[in-house]
């Protein structure tokens, strides 16, 4: 059966797809199918080659199952198993071409995975290399039964239109993931220091909070968040904060010599105090709109007293495990009194604990020993709350 001729029509549908795919759920989903649909094929196949040989490779399938492919996680097994083994792979690797499997492989008809292919239907087989950055290649195959005709220069020079728009779309997907990567890491750092942080938009409408925020929500009448918006309790707190959040948004749309910010303490009868710093979110001429970050809101709960991971404490510092224990007490704020209460100690050994270590981190006084804790990278290390979910 001969296959239809693809319009510019249908190649600009798949490109439109291609590019489309980093934002989809299951990326290249939708490029995968138009791909395999516009090629007639009963498999459209994109590999993206593991790093190294100890990893999985990432390999998304499109098929059709009405064509001779009834078991497909048999033949999809098949097709992953031979992925990195077969010598149609080896040349694409060197040549970054475009070949069918008879071109690249002598007596290709023997080989294990076209063999293992034909079980499924399959007889027509091409590929092509995609070069990828800070990786080794990835490939797109398609492949079609025994009624449909071979793959043609056509096909193939098709394939290589497409080639530079899946290499940039994966160029731009890498950059995504790595951006995604890097925001994940700073929120955890802020989560870890117990600094609570809201992300809203030009419309004052909570894009993103922290887990560090949630938990404090969670803490506090004195601020919550009510669908997608924040909502301050006091009235004349309430006033205060929408002021500051629209002068935020303000300054970002329109950004001034003079940097913004303001600040306030929400006050919470039979809960914690909250402090809240208002400022705008860094602005951007590439695209401006209501729908981007536009504020930032950092809360502190003034009642949280997490300590500081001991280990961490008595590695900085060299500190003894003891002194350790008696260090991260105090930099959580805890009187000596209240640290030997904990501590099941007396607050004269408390106090003689506190001398040594006062001498070994060159402090003088309590405060001083809170600021140099504080200001170290040991609230880093605290653990994230186990009671939070993980947002998505």
């Known amino acids: 059966m001969n296959t239809q001729k693809i319009t510019p029509?249908?190649?600009?549908?798949?490109?439109?797809?291609?590019?489309?795919?980093?934002?989809e759920g299951s990326p290249w989903k939708s490029f995968l199918h138009s791909l395999r649909t516009q090629f007639s094929c009963d498999f459209a196949v994109l590999t993206l080659?593991?790093?190294?040989?100890?990893m999985e490779a990432l390999m998304m399938i499109d098929c059709d199952i009405a064509q001779g492919t009834s078991d497909i996680e048999a033949a999809t097994k098949v097709f992953s198993d031979y992925t990195f083994d077969n010598p149609l792979v080896d040349m694409l690797a060197r040549t970054g071409g475009v070949f069918t499997f008879e071109q690249a492989v002598s007596s290709w008809e023997e080989n294990p995975f076209y063999v293992a292919m034909t079980a499924f239907g399959i007889?027509?087989?091409?590929?092509?290399?995609?070069?990828?950055?800070?990786?080794?290649?990835?490939?797109?195959?398609?492949?079609?039964?025994?009624?449909?005709?071979?793959?043609v220069d056509d096909d193939k020079q098709i394939l290589l239109t497409l080639r530079p728009h899946l290499e940039q779309a994966l160029k731009v997907h890498s950059i995504l993931l790595q951006t995604a990567q890097e925001k994940r890491i700073y929120s955890e750092a802020m989560t870890r220091l117990t600094i609570g942080t809201v992300i809203l938009d030009g419309d004052a409408q909570v894009l993103e909070a922290n887990q560090a925020a949630r938990?404090?929500?969670?803490?506090?009448?004195?601020?919550?968040?009510?669908?997608n918006r924040l909502f301050v309790a006091k009235p004349r707190h309430r006033d205060f904060?929408?002021?500051?959040?629209?002068?935020?948004?303000?300054?970002?749309?329109?950004?001034?010599?003079?940097?913004?910010?303001?600040?306030?303490?929400?006050?919470?009868?039979?809960?914690?105090?909250?402090?809240?710093?208002?400022?705008?979110?860094?602005?951007?001429?590439?695209?401006?709109?209501?729908?981007?970050?536009?504020?930032?809101?950092?809360?502190?709960?003034?009642?949280?007293?997490e300590c500081v991971p001991e280990a961490i404490v008595a590695q900085l510092f060299g500190l003894t495990k003891s002194e350790a224990r008696?260090?991260?007490?105090?930099?959580?704020?805890?009187?000596?009194?209240?640290?030997?209460?904990?501590?099941?100690l007396t607050e004269s050994s408390v106090r003689t604990y506190s001398k040594k270590i006062f001498a070994k981190m060159g402090v003088g006084r309590q405060a001083d020993l809170v600021r140099l804790v504080l200001k170290s990278v040991a609230p880093l290390a605290i653990e994230e709350p186990s009671n939070i979910a993980a947002q998505a």
């Not at 938990?215 to 669908?227: N, S, V, Y």
């Open 9 to 23: 029509h249908k190649i600009l549908e798949i490109i439109t797809h291609i590019h489309q795919g980093s934002l």
């Open 49 to 54: 080659r593991r790093a190294t040989p100890s």
């Open 123 to 151: 007889k027509h087989i091409v590929s092509m290399s995609i070069d990828r950055p800070d990786s080794e290649p990835g490939f797109v195959t398609l492949m079609r039964n025994a009624n449909q005709q071979n793959f």
């Open 215 to 227: 938990a404090i929500f969670e803490r506090t009448r004195a601020i919550t968040l009510q669908g």
């Open 241 to 305: 904060f929408s002021r500051a959040v629209s002068d935020a948004i303000s300054w970002c749309e329109h950004p001034r010599p003079t940097p913004f910010s303001q600040a306030l303490r929400l006050e919470c009868i039979g809960g914690a105090d909250i402090g809240v710093l208002v400022r705008p979110a860094p602005p951007t001429t590439l695209y401006r709109g209501r729908g981007v970050a536009s504020a930032i809101i950092h809360l502190e709960d003034f009642s949280s007293s």
């Open 326 to 344: 008696v260090a991260a007490m105090l930099a959580s704020g805890l009187t000596l009194t209240d640290a030997g209460t904990k501590l099941n």
